[in-house]
């Protein structure tokens, strides 16, 4: 079994799939939609409207690359603002159509430069943990790298949220934690064990939902068998979760985020 420390550099590999490889591959007839109808077009969220088995659905990803180009284009999976408002403008948009909503999440935090902080980065995280909570279409997150801070769970507050087995989901990064901890960015692998960051470290006390299974060594070492379960689980969960009235969806979403306060208090 993988260590914290594996895990991280697993994660962090340029040859992991990445969220337009996963909707390729698990969705037919993707159609991707681009800018916030505000500023602009961030590259570094890919969304649209596609079909699983048959049903729509809006499907929006935080998109990386594999080159130091395509990384550059995605601003390495980093998210501008517009980039937190296109995708609450799909979301709302997957509401009025009653689509359920599939969200897939790689970063290492939003974006901190000055004129993300301009555009209003706080408030656009905010924004959309507001809209998500009451959102009355199904939605599913899926953690595929690395999930760090707001910049992650600006996407994932949903009815359902799981993480690939080699994937991370954190308030911030180990060299953060150790940098504020003790001061000294080489313990960061102390701090990745104490942060409780992996998929069954958050499994076990109920912070996420699911584990999907992948190849030891990475995704892209049989990415055909991760991407096929993520489509049959995808299919078995949202034919239960639409069995569901809207008012006992709201209400399960919200117990599920209520309990987890609690716990973490």
């Known amino acids: 079994m993988n260590t914290v420390a594996d895990i991280i550099k697993i994660v962090r590999k340029t040859t992991r799939p990445t969220s337009l490889e996963y909707i390729e591959h698990i969705f037919d007839g993707f159609v991707e939609f681009h800018g916030d109808r505000l500023f602009a077009d961030d590259k570094a969220v890919v969304g649209g409207i596609a079909l699983l088995n048959g049903m729509p659905v809006t499907v929006i990803g935080i998109q990386k690359g594999h080159t130091i180009e395509e990384n550059v284009l995605r ?6 603002p517009e980039g937190y408002r296109k995708a609450l403008r799909l979301m709302k948009q997957a509401e009025k159509f009653n689509r359920p909503v599939i969200t ?21 995280i905010a924004r959309n943990l507001i809209e998500m909570s009451s959102l009355k279409v199904p939605i599913i997150s899926i953690i595929i790298g690395e999930g760090g801070s707001g910049g992650a769970i600006a996407l994932a507050l949903a009815d359902k949220v799981w993480m690939l087995e080699n994937s991370v989901y954190s308030i ?3 060299e953060g934690f150790a940098s504020i901890l003790w001061k000294d ?6 701090a990745a064990e104490l942060m409780k960051m992996t998929a069954r470290d958050l499994l076990d006390i109920e912070i996420i939902d699911k584990v999907i299974k992948e190849h030891e060594d ?3 070492n049989d990415f ?6 993520i489509k049959l689980s995808l299919i078995e969960e949202f ?4 069995s569901f009235s809207t008012d006992e969806l709201l209400q399960k979403r ?10 973490l208090e």
């Open 239 to 242: 034919n239960e979760l639409r």
């Open 185 to 190: 960015v080489k313990r960061s692998g102390e």
């Open 224 to 229: 055909d068998l991760t991407a096929n379960e």
């Open 75 to 80: 601003n390495f999976g980093s998210v501008h």
């Open 104 to 124: 897939f999440i790689n970063t290492a935090g939003a974006f901190c430069g000055i004129g993300a902080e301009e555009r209003g980065q706080g408030e656009a």
């Open 172 to 174: 911030l990064s180990p």
């Open 254 to 263: 919200y117990e599920k985020f209520r309990n987890m306060g609690e716990y």
């Open 218 to 220: 990475g995704a892209e």
